[in-house]
């Protein structure tokens, strides 16, 4: 079982990127963070023939979140609770028996600001969603665009970087409070030691070229999927394409 993970910024933009790497890569769930779309305007026919089925939730211009199946949901949700206000950031569905939750973690803009605090208030009630809706001996997989990179080697310049919204020791912790449920990051089991990232910064033109980046995005999952994790790995190329996201496409390969 091939599952992936990709932050779009903006699936219409990107729709071309999307379907071209489902026809060449054929993962079992694909699934996107930041599509910047209404459901109304949702591009379905973009991805119509492509023999995946889409969940999505969406709100104009920021945030929302896609999960493309090529064996159908065995049942799809969104959000964390039953809170109305909340952006559209979690959708959490089933496929083959795999629960998979797809977040897109709050950025954060400042430390000291009130949308740092709402970062770290989602990381609570993500910890409390899994407290409350599994158990450990459930197949469940967590992914996504974290908004945290959780040591030195995902990042590109640790001295210079640290304090900044994603690479502090407080969305460490709270990254780890929500990892300790019971989860395993996939590509540090099989890259213990190597600086991998995932995004390049659109910011500084050269970011991508000399390879200044970040791993933000991440692929976990419970002990017993973990074991059966045969490889987890980036692919680069569509980063490196006309009119790219400036986050390419997170891998893990399960042998189930």
């Given at each position: 079982?091939?599952?992936?993970?990709?932050?779009?910024?903006?699936?219409?933009?990107?729709?071309?990127?999307?379907?071209?790497?489902?026809?060449?890569?054929?993962?079992?769930?694909?699934?996107?963070?930041?599509?910047?779309?209404?459901?109304?305007?949702?591009?379905?026919?973009?991805?119509?023939?492509?023999?995946?089925?889409?969940?999505?939730?969406?709100?104009?211009?920021?945030?929302?979140?896609?999960?493309?199946?090529?064996?159908?949901?065995?049942?799809?949700?969104?959000?964390?609770?039953?809170?109305?206000?909340?952006?559209?950031?979690?959708?959490?569905?089933?496929?083959?028996?795999?629960?998979?939750?797809?977040?897109?973690?709050?950025?954060?803009?400042?430390?000291?600001?009130?949308?740092?605090?709402?970062?770290?208030?989602?990381?609570?009630?993500?910890?409390?969603?899994?407290?409350?809706?599994?158990?450990?001996?459930?197949?469940?997989?967590?992914?996504?665009?974290?908004?945290?990179?959780?040591?030195?080697?995902?990042?590109?310049?640790?001295?210079?970087?640290?304090?900044?919204?994603?690479f502090c020791p407080e969305v460490w912790d709270a990254f780890e409070k929500v990892k300790s449920w019971g989860f395993v990051?996939?590509?540090?089991?099989?890259?213990?030691?190597?600086?991998?990232?995932?995004?390049?910064?659109?910011?500084?033109?050269?970011?991508?070229?000399?390879?200044r980046g970040w791993r933000i995005d991440n692929i976990l999952a419970c002990e017993k999927l973990a074991k059966k994790c045969?490889?987890?790995?980036?692919?680069?190329?569509?980063?490196?394409?006309?009119?790219?996201?400036?986050?390419?496409?997170?891998?893990?390969?399960?042998?189930?």
């Open positions: 079982m091939k599952i992936a993970t990709f932050n779009a910024n903006s699936i219409r933009a990107r729709a071309d990127i999307v379907r071209g790497w489902l026809e060449a890569n054929s993962p079992d769930v694909l699934c996107v963070q930041e599509t910047k779309v209404q459901d109304s305007e949702f591009p379905v026919s973009a991805f119509e023939g492509s023999g995946y089925e889409i969940a999505y939730r969406g709100q104009k211009s920021y945030n929302g979140v896609a999960v493309f199946s090529r064996h159908g949901f065995e049942n799809v949700s969104f959000g964390l609770d039953s809170e109305p206000a909340d952006e559209p950031r979690l959708s959490d569905v089933k496929v083959k028996g795999v629960n998979v939750v797809n977040t897109y973690i709050p950025q954060g803009y400042m430390v000291e600001s009130d949308k740092f605090e709402y970062k770290m208030q989602w990381f609570k009630r993500l910890r409390t969603y899994f407290d409350n809706k599994y158990k450990p001996a459930d197949k469940l997989i967590w992914l996504g665009d974290l908004n945290v990179a959780p040591t030195d080697l995902d990042v590109h310049d640790p001295k210079r970087l640290l304090g900044h919204v994603c990051d996939l590509l540090r089991k099989h890259y213990p030691d190597e600086r991998i990232y995932t995004f390049w910064d659109y910011r500084s033109k050269t970011a991508f070229t000399n390879d045969t490889d987890c790995y980036v692919d680069r190329e569509p980063r490196a394409m006309q009119r790219p996201s400036d986050h390419t496409f997170l891998i893990a390969e399960f042998d189930l």
